[in-house]
């Protein structure tokens, strides 16, 4: 009754705000207005809150509003001779002294529809005022819009891209360098995917690095600190960043998305726990005790599932349980009872039993610590996988715990191993071992791709899972924003979802969408998606978005051909080759491998060609005629194109191979990694051989820090 007296008292003093700054500019007195960073402030309180309502979002947008100085031109009219159109809608005005902050996140309310319809022009202009007022984060927002010509004025229509102008590169560029200069996570990461494939920047794998780190241990930052408010037992890995589904359209389109059909799995798995089976009332006691794929976290519904499996003899139950009760989750901190369950649990050989139980010794919780029995357990645990056992090794093998001297190579070998399986501090500190050449050779290239894996983990990758359920509540045209903005910061996703939307005719945006389309084609054949460079084979023999110029085409094939490509591509590159009647090229280059892979798939081209020659010979004579012979508009070019490549489809299926990379040795950029590994700092700070019993277990949650020296 108290917090909810609390709570009606603090939203009707906002709302006394609100009704005092409007009474204020109603009078046209000199009286003192609300502080906008105070009015900022309540606003987000209200919208960011977990199980926020339409009305609580109605007044965050209202104080925002206030905050951001956008006023009513009727109301304002005489008021404030300073006061600033807003281009466009000449119905709204910009009052002088609003907050830049305030504008960016009413912006974002715009957007995503937040307390107010959506509205992406008035977003638009309130994100461009936002920039020129110095906002780093507004003009990360303002240079994605401006790489894809989204930042004319009528640009949006409503909810959807009514119009791609033309980008303006420089400006974009500017812009991002800007924010990135000034903290703009975003802009980082984009520049950061900009210089790694020298998308308009120089190309330069340190460089990129350079921006990817600090946002990539921003995301390990908020993965450990999710992790310490699960206690010391919860897995060190990815609790508390979003949550990522990898839809592809193209396959998944008519599937949904995946929490809808969780949940009616989590029915039919508690149907059958409730009716004794044992494996059901595991899975569903996991589920609810993570709180993880779209189910809520109960932790007591949680214990009564999961005490009811490990009763029956089930060994993964018994660790959970003693997860639970070591943590404290859902009951009293137990570490006796930890220990008991873990015991039971690795007297059945499992893994977390096991690893739980290398937990306890390393730490000394409910035992006497004992780090060669911690050890033991771990390696133990995981020989059979499992990613929390490899980082504790490798962070014991760090300091030489339970060991006679310390092996960096070791240390490496195991963060590794658990980067391999998507730990997020073992990514992490594997980037660091490389860059800085601790363990394993110093290499820029495998650094650089942990680094943008970790990236993509984090917050900023909401963005992508935004998409994919705009996608399928129908709302394609902000679907395809947030794809575009994925895109940016070079999730290969966002960018083939993109492309595949714009070359099916969804979210129709003008006559330059299938330009974008093929340029997103591109970005997304650069990172091996070997669909997209298909699609993008297609767009530049049917003239899709591109120059309708054979030529073009033939320089794609012989690239492909000459820098040594994997098997796979120099079949599809054949393929290609083989269905426009191009020459292999022959040289030292063309092996006796790669002729004979030319041979096979120009053998299967001109089987799927004597089957569609009438397709074949439209697109002959669309390329004869010139650009405006042939149409591939929308979803029915796309129908037409898909047959140009279907031989080489089969053929390699829907492999992705990464494409190789320069490795730019520039030891002076790699100094801030030798900073991470030697000298250590509060947010790179990672295991330290500490002297009390605690602190050893508690540094192995950090990343590589003070002890990695050579």
């Known amino acids: 009754m108290q917090a909810s007296s609390k709570a009606r008292t603090s939203f009707t003093r906002a709302v006394l705000i609100l009704l005092l700054a409007a009474g204020s500019c109603a009078s046209g007195k000199d009286e003192k207005q609300p502080d906008p960073a105070a009015l900022l402030q309540q606003a987000l309180q209200y919208r960011d809150k977990v199980g926020a309502t339409g009305r609580e979002q ?31 809608m000449p119905e709204l005005v910009f009052v002088p002294g609003g ?62 891209i009514r119009h791609f102008g033309r980008p303006d590169e420089a400006s974009a560029l500017l812009h991002y360098y800007f924010g990135a200069a000034n903290g703009d996570a975003f ?7 900009r210089h790694t494939f020298g998308l308009g920047v120089p190309k330069s794998c340190w460089t990129a690095v350079s921006y990817y780190q600090p946002v990539a241990e921003a995301v390990v930052q908020e993965a450990v600190d999710a992790y310490k408010t699960q206690g010391p037992l919860g897995s060190s890995s990815g609790h508390g960043l979003p949550q990522i589904e990898r839809i592809r359209l193209n396959v998944h389109a008519n599937q949904g998305i995946k929490p809808d059909r969780q949940r009616e799995v989590l029915q039919y798995y508690q149907y ?81 039993g096991l690893y739980g139980l290398g937990y306890l010794f390393l730490s000394g919780s409910g035992v006497e610590q004992n780090h060669e029995l911690a050890l033991k357990y771990f390696q133990q645990a ?84 935004a998409g994919h ?19 940016e910061l070079g999730m290969e996703i966002g960018q083939s979802n993109a492309a595949w939307m714009l070359d099916r005719g969804f979210a129709h945006a003008g006559h330059q969408a299938a330009s974008v389309a093929t340029a997103l084609f591109k970005r997304s054949a650069e990172q091996g998606n070997v669909m997209s460079l298909l699609q993008l084979g297609d767009c530049y023999y049917y003239g899709s978005g591109v120059e309708q110029r054979q030529q073009a085409l033939e320089q794609q094939v012989r690239a492909a051909l000459a820098q040594g490509a994997p098997p796979e591509d120099q079949q599809l590159a054949a ?85 190789k990379q320069r490795d730019e040795a520039e030891p002076a950029a790699s100094s801030s990694a030798s900073q991470g590994v030697d000298a250590g700092s509060s947010s790179a700070a990672g295991v330290s051989a500490a002297s009390s019993s605690r602190q050893d277990a508690d540094s192995a949650d950090g990343r590589v820090g003070s002890g990695a020296d050579s």
Request: glycine fraction near 12%.
């Open 99 to 160: 907050s830049a902050a305030a504008l960016r996140e009413l912006a974002k309310c715009y957007q995503r529809g937040k307390g107010v319809d959506v509205n992406h022009k008035l977003s638009l202009e309130l994100f461009r005022r936002a920039a020129e007022l110095g906002d780093a984060e507004a003009q990360g927002a303002m240079a994605m819009r401006m790489a894809f010509g989204l930042h004319h004025s009528n640009s949006f229509e409503g909810s959807s």
């Open 575 to 659: 393929a290609i080759a083989a269905q426009i009647g191009m020459q292999i090229p022959q040289g030292p280059a063309a092996t006796a491998g790669d002729a004979a892979a030319a041979a096979t798939a120009a053998g299967a081209a001109a089987a799927a060609r004597s089957g569609e020659a009438s397709a074949a010979a439209g697109g002959a004579a669309g390329v004869a005629a010139g650009p405006g012979a042939s149409s591939s508009s929308g979803s029915g070019g796309a129908a037409t194109s898909s047959n140009g490549a279907e031989a080489a489809r089969q053929q390699n299926g829907v492999a992705e191979d990464e494409r």
């Open 272 to 352: 059958s726990a409730d009716r004794g089976n044992i494996d059901a009332q595991t899975a569903v006691g996991t589920l609810l005790n993570l709180g993880t794929h779209g189910v809520s976290r109960d932790h007591s519904a949680a214990a009564h599932y999961l005490a009811r499996a490990a009763a029956a003899g089930n060994d993964e139950a018994m660790a959970h349980l003693g997860h639970m009760h070591g943590a404290g989750m859902g009951m009293p901190q137990d570490f006796a009872k930890a220990h008991q369950y873990f015991s039971q649990s690795a007297a059945r050989n499992n893994p977390l």
């Open 469 to 487: 359920e705009a996608f399928f509540r129908g709302q394609h045209g902000q679907a395809l924003l947030l794809y575009l903005q994925a895109s």
């Open 382 to 465: 995981a020989e059979q996988g499992d990613r929390d056992a490899h980082f504790y090794l490798g962070a014991m093998y760090m300091h030489g715990l339970g060991m006679r001297r310390r092996s960096l190579s070791k240390a490496f070998m195991h963060y590794f191993q658990a980067a391999q399986a998507g730990h997020v501090q073992a990514m992490y500190n594997t980037a660091v071992m490389h860059m800085a050449g601790k363990g394993t050779p110093k290499s820029c290239k495998p650094a650089l791709s942990n680094l943008k894996a970790l990236v993509e983990k984090g917050p900023l990758a909401a963005s992508l899972q």
């Open 187 to 193: 802009s980082r990461a984009a520049l950061g995917y």
């Open 58 to 88: 109605k007044l965050a947008a209202g104080l925002l509003k206030e905050a951001a100085g956008l006023a009513s031109a009727k109301q304002h009219a005489g008021k404030d001779p300073a006061a600033v159109p807003v281009p466009g």
